[in-house]
């Protein structure tokens, strides 16, 4: 099969683009509140409209890649991305921001259902695993960023009065002067319509999806739906995803409310570092994983996480932005242990059941809710302690799991013999 690099290079891009348009919801919520005379428990509708999505069209996703191939997917999914951006650019009100972050989340289910078999074609079955966690730091790193595009659009479009570069002056005549944050959504409709332009013209390699991505037929979600274990880690998914989504999401708002943080510049930079330390604990992550059981992992980073928003939530200002930023840090291995680990429990319909996990991504449509709606009446504090019990769900994963295959480790008697071995079939070969 030929291998194609710079198709490898436009996933990259596709999911650079994912996170970039995914992960702003967090640092825009408290502009949205103003901007919108929001309470806390309508703005927590925002993170629902979007993530909903994914419980919706994460098993639909697959059957559509089975039916219509990648390239007709790809292209729709920008499309509902492109139509969701304008829509909410040109006509910004509430009620067009939840159907603006629907549409545009149902792109991104499409998206990301459809990439990972594109990337494991295009650059070769023996390199998925590696390009694979490339993808991730891509992802990770549009993460980081994106806040600090918000900052810097935000910092130039207020009061705008002339003599900015390109991109503000031709921004600061479609935006509203009292909503600069609109400007990541005109960023956003260009992005995507490129994006469809780009997906149009380039010859996609054809993708046969292998057992594991294969959706099966409805019998079979039938049969796994009446397995303990599919409901279990369904769960373990949405507990993930909400605690994810249930920090990120109002870090921003609670530094602003407690501790008279700006949004638009201190509370964006908080965000950007917790994804930015969530990327950095995947590498960390994947040395652990060779040494230890992925279990044990999981609990250390589970406790290690609620210690670590328990300071967060009752630290003073430094304190609590620096702790925020380590709970990324500490969530960082816990997607794919859950993963894997559920993956890992079944003997067979994996691609059905990777359908029914990633329905459990609705997590981050739920916790974020209901973290707002107890907000809203006992404050903001009190509402984002319910991420200990996600959190607490997650550490119970660590002891009850009973993979049918472990992770693969090495001993650190082995790792110590066979540093010197390298090191002397180096020596050698200079």
């Known amino acids: 099969m030929k291998r194609s690099f710079p198709i490898v290079l436009l996933v990259f891009l596709i999911f650079f683009v994912i996170s970039f348009i995914t992960n702003i919801l967090g640092p825009l919520v408290p502009d949205i509140i103003s901007g919108f005379a929001l309470s806390l428990a309508l703005a927590s509708f925002l993170p629902f409209s979007f993530f909903i999505a994914y419980g919706v069209m994460s098993i639909p996703a697959g059957m559509l890649l089975e039916r219509f191939g990648a390239k007709p997917v790809l292209i729709g999914a920008w499309l509902l991305a ?40 295009a650059g070769g079955e023996e390199n998925f695993a590696f390009y694979s966690v490339m993808a991730q730091l891509v992802f990770g790193a549009a993460s980081f960023l994106s806040p600090y595009v918000y900052s810097y659009l935000v910092a130039r479009l207020k009061g705008y009065s002339g003599g900015g ?8 005549r479609v935006v509203p002067t009292n909503l600069p944050w609109l400007s990541l959504y005109w960023l956003f409709t260009v992005v995507t319509l490129a994006m469809v332009v780009v997906l149009a013209l380039v010859r996609l390699p054809r993708v046969e999806l292998t ?33 994810e989504q249930g920090v990120a999401n109002w870090i ?6 407690y501790h008279g943080m700006n949004p638009e510049t201190e509370g964006a930079a908080v965000v950007s570092h917790f994804w930015g330390l969530m990327t950095a604990g995947c590498l960390l992550g994947l040395v652990l994983l060779k040494l230890f059981d992925s279990r044990k992992i999981l609990v250390v980073f589970s406790v290690a996480a609620m210690v670590s928003l328990a300071v967060a939530l009752w630290g003073s200002a430094t304190v609590s932005a ?14 794919s242990i ?9 003997a067979e319909h994996h691609g059905t059941f990777s359908g029914i996990l990633c329905t459990g991504i609705i997590g981050g449509a739920v916790v974020p809710m209901l973290v707002g709606q107890v907000g809203n009446v006992f404050g903001l ?27 693969a480790t090495v001993s650190f008697r082995e790792l110590a013999l066979a540093i010197p071995k390298a090191l002397q079939k180096r020596t050698r070969a200079e």
């Not at 620096?322 to 997607?335: D, E, H, P, T």
Request: glycine share 6%; net charge positive.
């Open 252 to 257: 921003s708002k609670f530094l602003q409310t």
């Open 211 to 243: 057992d594991e991505e294969r959706p099966g037929p409805w019998a079979t979600y039938a049969q796994l739906f009446r397995k303990p274990i599919v409901w279990l880690f369904f769960v373990g998914i949405f507990a993930y995803v909400g605690t």
């Open 381 to 407: 504090r009190a509402g984002m302690h319910l991420v200990f019990l996600t959190l607490a769900y997650i550490l119970a994963i660590g002891f009850w799991a009973k993979p049918l295959v472990n992770n």
């Open 338 to 346: 859950v993963f894997s680990l559920a993956l890992n429990s079944l």
């Open 165 to 172: 570069n390109f991109l503000v002056d031709t921004l600061s």
């Open 322 to 335: 620096n702790a925020f930023r380590m709970v990324g840090f500490c969530l960082s291995v816990m997607w």
């Open 82 to 121: 492109f139509a969701g951006s304008c829509l909410f650019a040109t006509q910004a009100t509430f009620t067009i921001a939840l159907t603006s972050l629907f549409t545009i989340g149902i792109g991104m289910t499409l998206l990301q259902v459809a990439i990972n078999p594109l990337l494991r074609v």
